[in-house]
């Protein structure tokens, strides 16, 4: 029998009119907008992005390519912050019931609902601007339409509505790398798609790793994650299942001729690392395994991804 949802955390009164701002109250308002943008989240797009910026230019970029770079890293990041941050507008409900989220402004009520959309359309804004004038239409549009997706489609509609969530949703989380690859040639070339397919199929092995020591969170939110959904023993199946599809799909750039021995060395490692999680996760299940694996996964995308970089210079 699941437990009774926990009750949703009492919102923080306001300071009363013309109340002396105590010492460092600043600092903590700009901390908890910050807060909304998923830092961890957002630096890992960011990274990916990069990816697909630098693998687009032939050689070193000269110095005007090194700017452009950062002017399209600053305009996703800033979207991206504002997808979060809506995010946590819309689920803060859910987060107040979560342990992993509960800590959240919104959750707490430390930052309102207006507070947070106003800093999400801000965010959005700006990063929108930035991308259109410094760096190109094309690149703008991409990635207003990932905001949409990721902020709309996933969030609001797909979330609380299919188990299937995290798989049709992750098309959203998979489009930095097809971000950076526009914002340097203007265009979404098969070398950009071949990156999002590899974040497309890593999604689900990593998200469902999360969701399954996690899931009496998920129980109490009431969102139909798929270990609520289908057990325990179904989802551990599909996380290993999942991590045979990701390793054929990591072997992708190699066999398109995007990157040389130096990759493919590193991708059958780190997919055979992650293939061996997603077995011993199926065989013999623990929260602490789940943990490792969830981690591991992580680690996995960013060294994949980092090999990537590391056959485009040397080789």
């Given at each position: ?25 600043l ?16 630096q890992l ?35 991206a ?98 971000l ?16 999002f ?9 990593h ?20 270990p ?7 989802t ?45 996760l ?14 591991f ?19």
């Amino acid at each position: 029998m699941s437990a009774a949802p926990a009750p949703a955390p009492a919102p923080v009164p306001p300071a009363p009119a013309g109340a002396a701002r105590p010492a460092g109250a600043l600092p903590s308002r700009l901390a908890q907008f910050y807060a909304l943008t998923k830092p961890r989240v957002v630096q890992l797009i960011v990274f990916c992005a990069f990816i697909g910026m630098v693998l687009a230019v032939p050689g070193l970029p000269s110095a005007r390519q090194w700017l452009e770079m950062a002017i399209a890293s600053a305009g996703i990041w800033l979207v991206a912050g504002a997808a979060a941050a809506f995010n946590c507008l819309v689920e803060r409900g859910i987060d107040a019931r979560m342990k992993r989220t509960a800590w959240r402004p919104t959750a707490r009520g430390e930052l309102s609902g207006g507070q947070a959309l106003a800093f999400s359309a801000l965010l959005c804004a700006a990063g929108s601007a930035l991308l259109y004038v410094l760096v190109n239409p094309m690149t703008m549009w991409l990635t207003f339409a990932t905001f949409v997706g990721y902020a709309v489609i996933y969030t609001v509609i797909l979330k609380p509505l299919t188990p299937q969530n995290i798989v049709i949703g992750g098309a959203s989380g998979a489009m930095p790398p097809v971000l950076g690859w526009a914002a340097m040639t203007g265009e979404v070339g098969p070398e950009a798609l071949i990156l999002f397919l590899i974040i497309f199929l890593w999604t689900p092995p990593h998200f469902w790793a999360l969701a399954l020591y996690r899931v009496e969170d998920y129980r109490k939110s009431g969102l139909p994650m798929l270990p609520v959904t289908h057990g325990n023993e179904f989802t551990r199946l599909q996380v290993f299942l999942y991590t045979l599809i990701l390793f054929a799909g990591c072997l992708m750039p190699f066999i398109y001729g995007m990157s040389s021995w130096i990759y493919l060395a590193a991708a059958v490692l780190l997919s055979l690392g992650f293939c061996a999680y997603g077995f011993a996760l199926w065989r013999h299940y623990s929260d602490q395994l789940a943990r490792k694996t969830f981690r591991f996964s992580l680690i996995h995308l960013s060294a994949l991804f980092a090999a990537l970089l590391v056959d485009h210079y040397v080789l």
